[in-house]
């Protein structure tokens, strides 16, 4: 039996009691993977991605382990009900434009303490303060470098469009605004290197595609390494109580890690590895987070279908958003069809071996977003279920 094969028969017996469709959290590979981001971090504190995670439970767990510190949200009423719930270091990695919540944040001391905001424009301050309703607490705010690596003058951009601060002179310009302006105090740098630490190297069948990532990649650590610590040293003549300068994400940890100028690394796909990160040669995980659909109808010899499965992930449309058929071994969509709304048919060979109610274990395309599809993750241990948690969803809430 394969290392694959056991693992499939471990989950069907432990979950044989509960209905599918289900998600599962495999706790002993969720720890391996937490480790082996810690080992890469060499010390410097990891900040989960809670937009990897959405499971207040799961968040905890990883917390509790020597190595992370703190969260990274992703829309400001997540911060705020993390920060109610008792998580008191969370930085929103993102603007925000939600007036309420920044109501409530300039209202309450113990939330202004709690969490800090990115902004990359001074427009969003005076959105801040357009919306403080009397509140007078001092907002943590945090800048963001854009990573983007610029080729031929400009004229070729690689990277994620984030901010439009890219070089150290104007992060420094902002850092003199909000350090000059009432009601606002700035405490930390972000600079997340998306084209480095989310695309995947090692692509399989594409040799000459991966080769050509590899040298992007290489030479636009090379470049962002030095930008970022001329960026760090322009922003702490203006602010050198700089509490944290975060950079990094799952694929990248290690090499980020060594520039002395990070002081934490940013961090979550990489304790559920979905399939998106199979694809690296930095690292190797264990997946860990996965949904069960059932065999409901067997329409023909080498074919199976599946009740759901149409649960595609973000960015550019293409076949890597959609999950991937896992276990058992051997099965793939139907191209005429692929992951369809309510069922989903399933083609290969082990479909024979497949009854009516027997399930099919997929890998979602990313991390967090399979929790959005599920109110509840099942969390097993060996084989058996040893809790069942909420997702965000589960607790009543979709921030996005």
């Not at 694959?4 to 706790?27: G, K, M, S």
């Not at 020597?66 to 705020?80: P, R, V």
């Not at 399930?359 to 959005?372: I, Q, Y």
């Amino acid at each position: 039996m394969t290392a694959r094969a056991a693992d499939r028969a471990r989950y069907d017996r432990a979950t044989a009691h509960l209905e599918a469709p289900l998600a599962l959290v495999d706790l002993d590979a969720f720890d391996a993977n937490a480790a082996d981001l810690v080992r890469r971090s060499g010390g410097k504190p990891v900040r989960v991605a809670s937009k990897s995670v959405r499971c207040r439970a799961l968040l905890e767990r990883v917390l509790a382990r020597d190595g992370f510190q703190g969260i990274m949200s992703f829309t400001l009423a997540e911060s705020l009900w993390l920060a109610r719930s008792g998580f008191d270091d969370i930085l929103l990695a993102y603007p925000s434009a939600d007036r309420s919540g920044y109501a409530e944040l300039t209202a309450d001391p113990k939330l202004a303490a709690a969490v800090t905001v990115t902004v990359d424009d001074p427009a969003q301050l005076d959105l801040i303060d357009a919306a403080r309703d009397g509140g007078r607490e001092v907002v943590r705010i945090c800048l963001e470098l854009d990573t983007s690596l610029k080729l031929l003058g400009g004229r070729v951009r690689i990277g994620a469009r984030r901010s439009p601060l890219h070089s150290p002179g104007r992060l420094a310009e902002l850092a003199r605004v909000v350090t000059g302006r009432p009601g606002f105090r700035l405490v930390g740098l972000m600079a997340y290197e998306g084209h480095i630490a989310g695309v995947g190297d090692a692509v399989a069948g594409r040799p000459l595609r991966s080769r050509a990532i590899r040298l992007m990649q290489a030479a636009a650590r090379r470049e962002l390494a030095e930008r970022r610590a001329t960026a760090v040293r322009a922003v702490r003549a203006v602010a050198p109580d700089l509490e944290f300068v975060n950079g990094g994400g799952t694929g990248s940890v290690q090499h980020t890690a060594a520039e002395s100028a990070v002081t934490e690394i940013a961090a979550g796909s990489g304790l559920y590895v979905p399939r998106l990160f199979d694809n690296y040669t930095s690292f190797s995980g264990r997946p860990a987070a996965l949904f069960a659909l059932p065999v409901v109808r067997r329409p023909g010899v080498g074919v199976v279908t599946v009740l759901g499965g149409g649960y595609p992930a973000s960015g550019a449309a293409g076949p890597d958003r959609s999950p991937v058929p896992y276990l058992p071994e051997g099965l793939a969509y139907d191209p005429q069809e692929g992951a369809g709304e309510v069922q989903t048919p399933l083609l290969g060979s082990p479909a024979d071996d497949l009854l009516i109610g027997d399930r099919v274990w997929f890998r979602h395309a990313k991390a967090g977003e399979l929790c959005e599809r599920f109110a509840s993750l099942h969390l097993v241990e060996g084989d058996e279920v040893t809790a069942t948690v909420p997702t965000y969803r589960g607790e009543g809430h979709t921030f996005l």
